[in-house]
C-alpha cells in the first residue's frame, strides 16, 4: 500500500510483513497507561493463543485527527517516541499507514484489504471506543463479527475515577498540571529538540539559560515556569524551564522554552537534548525590574534544587 512502513521494533529496520500477526489497532498519541494496556493485552494473546504470530501495532504517520479535523489536535508524543514506546512494550513491528489511502476504504474493505490481505491479521486489540472506515463506522463489534473471540475489546482504562485518554492529557498539560500528566502517561511529558541561540538575556542577570523551540507538531503546555529534568547524553540534570514570551524583557517575542541547567556551565549548542515537564511553579509574570525576575528565578531555581 502507497506509504506504508513496516518497521522492525527490535531490529529497528524496514522489514516484510510476517506471515500471521496480532495487530493493535489506534492512533496511540503519548502511548499512555492505557494504550499500554493495550500492548500487553496483545502480547499476552499472542504468546497463548497465537504462538506462531508477530504481535505489533497498527496505526498511523501522524495522527487520523491531523486529516479530520480542520485545526489538527497538538500531539502528546512525535513518531519516534512511540516507535521506542512500542519496543519497550515488546511489539515486534509497527505498520505506519498513510491516512488518505485508507481514509475512504469502508470498514468492511478496511479489515479485507489491510488487516487481512496486506498485515495477514489472525487476532486484533483495540480500546472500547476504536473507530475505523469511513465516516468511522467500524467499530469493535465490526471487529468482533470478523474475527469472533479473537477481536478483544479493552474497557475504558480509569484512573481517580475518569477514563485515561490522550484528550484529559492534553486538557492537564493545558491547565499545567505536569503531574497528573505524568501519571496518566507513565512518564512526564517531555520533547527533543536542538539547543538554539537564543538573545542571552539570561546571561544579564545571571542566570545562562538553554533555548528550545518545542517541535510544532506537539502540544505546547501552559505558559510559565516548571519544574524540569533535561537529559543530555547520559546525564539527567534538574532545570528551572520558562514556556512562554519573557513578559518582562520583551512581551512580542514568539513562544519558546528557556531551561536554567542547576550546576551546568557548559556550551551544548546545536545538541539534540530531552526535557521532561515535573511540576508547574507559577504562571509567566512581567515584573517591575530585572532585579525582580532575577529574584523571582533565585526562588524557582531553589524549590527545583529541593524537589524529589
Known amino acids: ?35 499500554r494496556t493495550l500492548l500487553r493485552k496483545a502480547k499476552q494473546i499472542r504468546d497463548t493463543r497465537f504462538p506462531h504470530a508477530a504481535c505489533g501495532v497498527l496505526c498511523f504517520h501522524g495522527l487520523s485527527s491531523d486529516f479530520l479535523q480542520g485545526t489538527p489536535v497538538p500531539h502528546l ?26 481514509q475512504h476504504m469502508s470498514a ?62 492534553r486538557t492537564c498539560l493545558l491547565e499545567g498540571d505536569a503531574k497528573t500528566a505524568a501519571t496518566l502517561l507513565s512518564h512526564p511529558y517531555r520533547f527533543v529538540s536542538p539547543v538554539l541561540h537564543g538573545k542571552k538575556l539570561g546571561r544579564t542577570i545571571g542566570i545562562p539559560t538553554v533555548n528550545q523551540v518545542i517541535p510544532r507538531s506537539l502540544l505546547v503546555p501552559r505558559h510559565g515556569v516548571y519544574i524540569t529534568d533535561c537529559k543530555i547524553g547520559d546525564r539527567v540534570l534538574r532545570g528551572v524551564t520558562n514556556v512562554g514570551v519573557h513578559p518582562t524583557v520583551d512581551e512580542n517575542a514568539p513562544v519558546n522554552c528557556e531551561t536554567y541547567l542547576l550546576d ?21 509574570e512581567k515584573f517591575s525590574t530585572l532585579e525582580a525576575l532575577r529574584s523571582r528565578i533565585a526562588l524557582d531555581i531553589e524549590e527545583a534544587r529541593n524537589y524529589k
Open 1 to 35: 500500500m502507497p506509504g506504508t512502513e513496516i518497521i522492525s521494533l527490535q531490529e529497528s529496520h524496514i522489514f516484510k510483513m510476517p506471515e500471521a500477526t496480532v495487530l493493535c489497532l489506534g492512533n496511540f498519541d503519548g502511548v499512555h497507561v492505557a494504550h
Open 77 to 102: 508524543s512525535d513518531e519516534g517516541a512511540r516507535l521506542d514506546a512500542f519496543r519497550e512494550e515488546g511489539m515486534d513491528f509497527a505498520v505506519l499507514c498513510d491516512f488518505p489511502t485508507v
Open 108 to 169: 468492511e474493505q478496511f479489515i479485507d484489504r489491510i488487516l487481512l490481505d496486506e498485515c495477514h491479521c489472525v487476532a486484533t486489540v483495540c480500546g472500547f471506543n476504536y473507530r475505523f472506515g469511513e465516516y468511522g463506522a467500524g467499530t469493535p463489534e465490526t471487529l468482533e463479527a470478523h474475527f469472533g473471540n479473537a477481536a478483544h475489546t479493552e474497557p475504558a482504562f480509569m484512573l481517580d475515577g475518569a477514563p485515561v485518554s490522550s484528550t484529559r492529557i
Open 264 to 284: 551546568f556551565h557548559e556550551e551544548i549548542y546545536g545538541e539534540e537534548i530531552e526535557l521532561s515537564f515535573l511540576r508547574y511553579l507559577r504562571p509567566e
